[in-house]
């Protein structure tokens, strides 16, 4: 397309949305509360996502070592623990690097438990990190059977329990987002369309006075995409906003429970970006399929 046609159709099309003022405010006033909702469900959902991926990351097998076991032993179960299925690592924990982790986590109640440090209770220990958080259950039955091991610890009821509320929760989302950008789609098309409706007759004479179906749409795409992004700006400075409030009010009571929120600028660039993104296309979508059926004269 040569400059001069794409210059033309930018100035039409800041024309035409004046021209239509009413519609065009109804349209963008569409795409803004749409996004609203799908910028908030995102921003929960994307946080719920990382916060699961954390507690999955932390999941971890513990395989205590007989206390009578000599050191061939334990190096004997070190090497079956690297050739069981599915384990990422095996990382050896000796006796008093598990007491001294013990006495770091009591913080200042250490002193009441110091008489440990004259006799250590604590066995050796294996770590095992397993290649996907599912498969901890399974490895650690595996473990139970071999020889040298006293006990073997991976938050056994809890574990399961996690699991099946972190996938609950994944799914849930998904079919959120999801619908709700369905209906959103359903929406601002609907919207658009009775504005191109209304245009129809202008659409018809440029057929008939032998515009190609290009010329005619070039217009309505650059409306799509100008309704879609100006309806993305409040959604963006509405998250934007929310997220700062939640990240540095909430974000410090939530760290001291383990949980750590996605950064501020990392969030709100990317959510910013894809809100802005879904607008155009949207926007585009919406303003082509429905100038499509008029292009039949």
């Known amino acids: 397309m040569k400059l001069r046609t794409l210059h033309r159709h930018v100035n039409e099309s800041f024309k035409s949305l004046g021209r239509n003022g009413w519609m065009t405010f109804a349209s963008v006033s569409a795409v803004t509360v749409s996004l609203i909702l799908v910028g908030l469900f995102l921003?929960?959902?994307?946080?719920?996502?990382?916060?699961?991926?954390?507690?999955?990351?932390?999941?971890?097998?513990?395989?205590?070592?007989?206390?009578?076991?000599?050191?061939?032993?334990?190096?004997?179960?070190?090497?079956?623990?690297?050739?069981?299925?599915?384990?990422?690592?095996?990382?050896?924990?000796?006796?008093?690097e598990g007491l001294n982790n013990l006495m770091d986590s009591l913080g200042s109640d250490k002193k009441t438990f110091k008489d440990l440090t004259k006799q250590?209770?604590?066995?050796?220990?294996?770590?095992?990190?397993?290649?996907?958080?599912e498969q901890t259950i399974g490895v650690a039955s595996?473990?139970?059977?071999?020889?040298?091991?006293?006990?073997?610890?991976?938050?056994?009821?809890?574990?399961?329990?996690?699991?099946?509320?972190?996938?609950?929760?994944?799914?849930?989302?998904?079919?959120?987002?999801?619908?709700?950008?369905?209906?959103?789609?359903?929406?601002?098309a609907n919207t658009i369309k009775l504005t191109i409706v209304a245009r129809r007759r202008e659409i018809e004479i440029m057929k008939y006075v032998g515009a190609t179906n290009a010329f005619v749409r070039w217009p309505y795409f650059l409306e799509g995409l100008m309704m879609g992004v100006?309806?993305?700006?409040?959604?963006?400075?509405?998250?934007?906003?929310?997220?700062?409030f939640a990240y540095y009010n909430l974000g410090g009571s939530l760290s001291q429970m383990f949980i750590r929120l996605i950064?501020?600028?990392?969030?709100?660039?990317?959510?910013?970006?894809?809100?802005?993104?879904i607008g155009a296309a949207i926007g585009v979508w919406g303003s082509l399929s429905s100038v499509r059926k008029f292009l039949k004269v």
């Open 43 to 96: 921003m929960v959902l994307f946080n719920l996502n990382k916060i699961a991926g954390d507690i999955e990351s932390d999941v971890e097998v513990r395989v205590y070592v007989d206390q009578s076991a000599t050191q061939a032993d334990t190096n004997r179960l070190e090497n079956q623990l690297k050739g069981i299925n599915n384990v990422q690592s095996v990382a050896y924990q000796p006796k008093e």
């Open 120 to 133: 250590n209770p604590l066995p050796n220990a294996f770590i095992l990190k397993t290649d996907q958080p």
């Open 142 to 188: 595996e473990v139970k059977s071999l020889s040298h091991v006293s006990d073997v610890r991976y938050g056994k009821g809890t574990v399961e329990k996690l699991f099946k509320f972190i996938n609950i929760a994944r799914n849930v989302g998904i079919v959120l987002i999801i619908g709700l950008l369905f209906t959103s789609i359903f929406l601002i």
């Open 230 to 244: 100006l309806g993305a700006v409040i959604p963006v400075v509405l998250v934007i906003i929310v997220y700062h």
């Open 263 to 277: 950064p501020y600028q990392t969030m709100t660039l990317h959510l910013s970006l894809l809100l802005v993104g």
